[in-house]
């Protein structure tokens, strides 16, 4: 397992926040907390910008990945709306959430409840080469459900 140091800075109203951290050896993606001022509510169908309350730096050929939680996704229908959400390794401003309640009841975002997580993964970056042509494939320009799925 690679390791890479992320520096964290949380934000001066978010000191009582735990800093994001794994909840067991296994996860892949560190928990960020709901930095609201007490409780957002979001009605069905809403979405709304949710401040974690840190900021990070990530190091060059990294890139942070903002993801749901499965466990408020299933349970009660909150996602994010650009899932997965990038996190640019030039980027220090804080860390900001588009959270969507897709369920038919309101929800309640209590702060410091975890609300998302963050996963670091390496970037490899793209030499754009024009070309007359492309190379062909078994599927060429097949696009959405063109492979039966």
């Given amino acids: 397992m690679q390791r890479v140091a992320v520096f964290i800075v949380r934000a001066g109203d978010c000191l009582d926040l735990p800093l994001p951290g794994y909840a067991s050896d296994g996860a892949s993606g560190v928990d960020l907390y709901a930095a609201v001022d007490d409780v957002m509510v ?3 169908g809403e979405r709304a910008l949710v401040r ?3 900021r990070v730096a990530i190091p060059e050929g990294f890139e942070g990945q903002v993801r749901a939680r499965s466990g ?11 899932a997965p959400g990038t996190i640019d390794s030039d980027y220090r401003g804080e860390i900001q959430l588009i959270v969507i309640n897709w369920s038919a009841e309101p929800q309640a975002i209590k ?3 975890r609300i998302a997580q ?18 062909d494939t078994r ?3 097949g696009g959405f459900g063109h492979t039966g799925l």
């Avoid at 408020?72 to 650009?82: E, P, S």
């Fill in 52 to 54: 974690t309350g840190v």
């Fill in 42 to 44: 979001l009605q069905p």
């Fill in 111 to 113: 702060r410091g409840e």
């Fill in 72 to 82: 408020i996704a299933i349970k009660r229908g909150l996602g994010l709306v650009n």
């Fill in 139 to 141: 599927r060429g320009p």
């Fill in 118 to 135: 963050l996963v670091i993964a390496p970037v490899a970056r793209a030499e754009i080469v024009e070309a007359e042509s492309l190379d």
